[in-house]
């Protein structure tokens, strides 16, 4: 075990032998921290959390009461193997929050990136790859092996099926299911996801160029309505592009999945 002289630590916490509590960590009363646990500078731990498995947290993210961080998969063809978790910079998860280590046959990993925010009782999966500043909110749910782009928003009660993509910037409204790939900048809302616009509000947020949004627009449309199926009509729309939004989008469509896409409704 190593714990930094500078880490302060409640007397009724359970650090076990192996972890390292690095420069400025705080531990909360009653918590327990697993022997293969790294706690990078400046991270907190509330009281009641536990952080166990082969688990890294990055510098100056808070966990807070009821958090379980690193706990095996939920996953029945888990056999005990030695996966991880990697967590990133500046995060808060709160409250009830649970987020799984990876399993052999999706890479052994699940990572979740720099300055996300995890709302009470949201779940990250086995092997899921969460990006930066990224969203969850109360009860949301990523499942096993998702990708979650980065600046994306997962509403309150809604679930990503397992092996989903959700690209950049996307929003997922509340109490929505997600059963197949988001593209960037999508909104998706409905009990049974359906791609209904673009996230022109996150756009906005972000100091777009107006210019910019008027050609997402445009080539969402002709993703919505023009001729041939949705593939075809974005392999007509690569051709021409020269957005480089539109581009981010045709590439995520153009690329590999394992799943179809919510479309746009004609």
């Not at 001729?227 to 539109?246: C, P, Q």
């Amino acid at each position: 075990m190593s714990v930094d002289p500078k880490a302060i630590v409640h007397a009724s916490a359970v650090i076990e032998p192996g972890a390292v509590i690095e420069h400025g960590v705080k531990i909360g009363p009653f918590s327990v921290i697993g022997p293969q646990v790294v706690l990078r500078s400046g991270v907190e731990i509330k009281s009641h959390a536990v952080v166990t498995g082969i688990t890294e947290v990055g510098e100056d993210t808070v966990i807070f009461p009821g958090a379980v961080i690193g706990e095996i998969p939920q996953d029945l063809k888990f056999k005990g193997e030695a996966t991880r978790l990697i967590v990133g910079k500046r995060n808060r998860i709160r409250e009830g929050v649970t987020m799984n280590t990876g399993t052999k046959g999706g890479g052994g990993e699940t990572r979740v990136g720099d300055d996300c925010l995890f709302m009470t009782g949201a779940h990250v999966a086995h092997d899921a790859n969460v990006g930066d500043r990224v969203i969850v909110a109360n009860q949301g749910a990523v499942a096993g092996h998702c990708h979650i782009g980065d600046d994306v928003i997962i509403g309150g009660l809604s679930g990503v099926h397992q092996w989903v993509r959700v690209g950049k910037g996307a929003i997922i409204g509340a109490v929505t299911m997600v059963t197949n790939d988001v593209i960037p900048y999508g909104l998706v809302q409905g009990p049974r996801g359906s791609l209904d616009g673009l996230n022109l509000v996150g756009l906005k947020r972000r100091g777009v160029d107006r210019d910019e949004i008027s050609a997402l627009r445009q080539a969402f449309q002709s993703l919505a309505s023009g001729e041939g199926a949705f593939l075809d009509r974005a392999r007509g729309l690569k051709a021409d592009a020269e957005s480089a939004y539109v581009n981010e989008i045709l590439d995520f469509i153009l690329g590999s999945s394992d799943r179809s896409f919510l479309t746009p409704e004609k």
